[in-house]
Structures are given as C-alpha cells and as structure tokens.
C-alpha cells in the first residue's frame, strides 16, 4: 500500500500512477501529427501536416438553417437519448450516399458512429486479441495504426505502388504469416485516395485482392472517408460494391460536409452490425441525437451532392497548387499525384530523414508530416505527407518554397560533408523511389 501524496512503487514524479495503466496503453504515444498540432497553428507557419478539411467553403446559413428547423420540428427528440444503431431516416440517407459509388444494403445494416474514427474503435474492439495480426498497407492511416497498437496487434505493412496495394505481395505476406502460425484477423485498407499516400487501388486489383482475402477467410475493413471527392474521372467503385459478407465499410460525413458534426458509419454484414450496435452502446449509449438530426435536415433540404461538387472543386485547385509548386521547386524529387482526396506522398533523397528535418522546416516556418508517423515498424523515414486540403492555394506554394529551402539546405550540408547530396545522387535515388509515381 502507497500513502497518500507518495508515489507509487512503479509510479514517478510527473505520473503518480505510471505503474497502474493497463498494458495496452503502451500504444498510446502522442502521434508525431497530434504532436505537431500545437506547432504549426502558429500563424506564420504554412502548415502542410493536418488533415483538416476546408470548411469555410460550407455556407454556414445551410448549417444554421438545418439546426433551426431540427430545434422547430424535433427539438425533444434531437436533445433526448437515441438509439445505439442511429436515426433511422440518416441511416436511410446515407444508402443513398453509399449508392454514388456502388455500394446497394440495407438500412438495418448501417450503423451510425461518432465520425468513422469511431466506428475504427468499435471494430478493433470487437475483433483484435493481444497478439493479432492485421494486416495494413505500407504506410497507414496513423490514427488506426494507434487504435490497432492500443487493442495490442501486430500491424504487418503490406507495400503498395502508384496502383495501391500490391496483390502478389498480399499473397506472401498472408502465406509467411500463415507458415509462422500466426492470426490474422483483418485487412485494413484505404483504397481510394489513400491517406496518406495519395494513391488509388486499381479496379482489376479491388477484385483480385477480395479473391485473396476470401480464399484466406480474412475479413476487409474498407475505410472510405475521401472516395466521393475526386478530381477527375470517378474512381472505381468501392469494394463493398462486390463482396458484402467478407467487407465492413466504412464512411463519414467529415470531408463531404464537416467533421465537426462527428457523424460516420459502418455498414456490416448482419451478424456484425449487431455486435457492433452493442459495442457502440456499451462505449456511448447513442451517437449524438442532435448532429444526426441536423445531418438528415441538410440532406434532405440542401443540395449535397452540389455542396461536395464546392469541395472537389477546392481540393483540386489546391492539388494543382502543390503539384504546380512542387514541379517548380523540388523537380529532381518524386511525388504522387492523387486523383481526389487531401494529400500527397513525397520521397526525399535516400540519405535525408523526414523525421529529423522536421525541425529545421518549422524553424524555417513550414510543417509537415514525416513518413515515419504512417507506418508501425519504424520505415517512412524517406518520406513526407503534404497535405493540400486546409491552406490557400497562395499559401501551398509558400510552404513548398519553405519546403525546397530547407530539403536543398540539408542537401548542400551532406554535399560539404560527406559529398552525398550532390543532385547527381538526388537523380540516382529516383529511379529507387520507395513509391513508383506517375506524375511529371
Ligand atoms: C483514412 C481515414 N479514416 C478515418 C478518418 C477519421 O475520420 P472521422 O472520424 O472524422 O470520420 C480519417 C480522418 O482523417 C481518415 O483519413
């Protein structure tokens, strides 16, 4: 027994209870994008690391105007408890969500969660035991990476290229797992727009990897938060368009309308759905009554699906902004170049490391995400995440400017010490990109 004001014996002088966290929150570091966070919202600098959508391109009168007639009409019913699956008439809504790209089910199916991040949680809570494998592509969406360490999995990183994550390599990851006596309980995939890597699963590969998957018997999460804001031609449809039983989808209304509500969604075969109603009451009794309510009003009075043309529109010119900037500024370096959603994946030269740039950049006022935050064992030093979604395209291209100062000024100090960084051996690494581009 301690007394108190002592420490405990495994305890310190910062955290009196150091010693009494369960184990699994051992994953539980501050992220090196949380982290940053506090850094780059300082005015001067040009952030290039967030996610965070554009939302003052979202009327706020359309917003307002929502919330009103919930208050009006419903307002017992928006401030009241609701049901652990979600409000009936936005579950019906969000079929017709789904139905823009490919997916067909049933309202039963659909289970409303507080933003997909939520729905992320529920099912790592539902399927991953101490030890488990999931498998993930190389890199990852960092906050499930953090919620996968948190349920104490092993994440084996499965490599992609400019089509998105490699089959062959699917393949032998599953059979070096399997011949190791391994678990592995499910596919994490972001296959459109890929977060943060840009990328976009090809449709020949959607289908060969779901014939793997269900000849393995391992189930898919599809994250699909990005899918609908696409540049250009539609991207191929989603997974779950093709196989229901063997894939849980999941979607939010963060980047098509605002993250601020914190409504998403899984939608899941039966037997799941229902395991994932009770998770979600037993973790927040309901999802929020009232953002549901005021979701279901702006999809039912607004013109949505003109609304996400509003962000596309945005999100491109800002893509463009970057890839304009970055062809301008650091043209002997590689990049993706996405089709839709917020971000693009930068290789550096093999002898810089994102990671320990990072400082320097923000002292040179300009921040990003370094590789290394999207992957569980260490890689992505190589890289860099931008993000194009939240700063003027004016801004871009300032960062980027900042950007190339610093990667050139890291370049001229190897150069006059151990003479690595001429661009002679810039235009070398090129051709061993760790990610294949298919831009310039
Ligand atoms: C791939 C991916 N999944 C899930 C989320 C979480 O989104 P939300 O919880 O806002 O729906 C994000 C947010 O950036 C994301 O990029």
């Not at 399997?178 to 592995?184: E, M, N, P």
């Not at 590969?205 to 898919?220: K, M, P, S």
């Not at 914190?262 to 939608?267: F, H, S």
């Not at 040179?364 to 860099?384: C, H, K, M, S």
């Amino acid at each position: 027994m301690t007394t108190q004001g002592s420490p405990t014996s495994q305890g310190n002088n910062l955290d009196r209870w150091y010693g009494s966290y369960a184990q699994r929150t051992s994953g539980l570091a501050a992220s090196e994008v949380r982290a940053l966070f506090a850094v780059a919202s300082r005015p001067e600098v040009v952030s290039l690391a967030g996610g965070m959508p554009f939302v003052s391109a979202l009327p706020q009168d359309l917003v307002v105007g929502a919330m009103d007639r919930v208050m009006r009409e419903q307002g017992a019913v928006a401030l009241q408890y609701g049901s652990g699956q979600g409000v009936p008439a936005l579950r019906e809504q969000i079929l017709d969500v789904m139905a823009l790209e490919g997916i067909s089910g049933s309202a039963d199916d659909v289970v409303v969660t507080t933003g997909s991040q939520h729905a992320l949680e529920l099912f790592s809570k539902l399927f991953i035991d101490p030890g488990d494998v999931v498998l993930a592509e190389g890199p990852s969406y960092v906050t499930a990476l953090v919620i996968f360490r948190s349920y104490q999995a092993e994440v084996d990183h499965v490599p992609m290229d400019e089509h998105g994550l490699i089959p062959e390599a699917l393949r032998e990851h599953i059979a070096r797992l399997k011949s190791a006596g391994r678990k592995v309980k499910f596919l994490y995939t972001v296959p459109t727009f890929h977060n943060p890597a840009g990328v976009t699963l090809s449709w020949e590969r959607r289908l060969e990897i779901l014939e793997i998957a269900r000849a393995n018997d391992i189930l898919v999460l599809e994250d699909n938060p990005y899918g609908l804001l696409y540049f250009g031609e539609k991207p191929p449809a989603a997974m779950r368009s093709v196989e229901r039983e063997g894939v849980v989808y999941l979607g939010t209304f963060s980047k098509t309308l605002a993250p601020g509500f914190r409504v998403g969604w899984a939608l899941a075969p039966h037997a799941i759905r229902e395991k994932l109603i009770l998770a979600n009451e037993a973790a927040v009794l309901s999802p929020s009554s009232f953002t549901q309510l005021v979701v279901s009003e702006y999809l039912r009075d607004a013109d949505w699906r003109a609304q996400i043309d509003t962000f596309r529109g945005v999100y491109r010119e800002r893509k463009e902004t970057m890839i304009g900037a970055l062809n301008e500024y650091l043209p002997e370096l590689t990049w993706t170049n996405p089709n839709g959603g917020f971000y693009v994946w930068l290789t550096l030269p093999s002898h810089l490391d994102s990671k320990a740039m990072l400082p320097r950049a923000v002292t040179e006022l300009v921040a990003y995400t370094p590789g290394t935050a999207f992957y569980a064992d260490g890689n992505g030093r190589q890289n860099i995440r931008l993000s194009f979604c939240y700063p003027t395209p004016e801004r871009i291209r300032v960062g980027i400017r900042r950007l190339a100062a610093v990667i050139n000024g890291e370049l001229d100090l190897l150069d006059t010490f151990a003479g690595t960084g001429s661009l002679s051996a810039v235009r070398r690494d090129r051709s061993s990109a760790s990610l294949p581009t298919d831009l310039q």
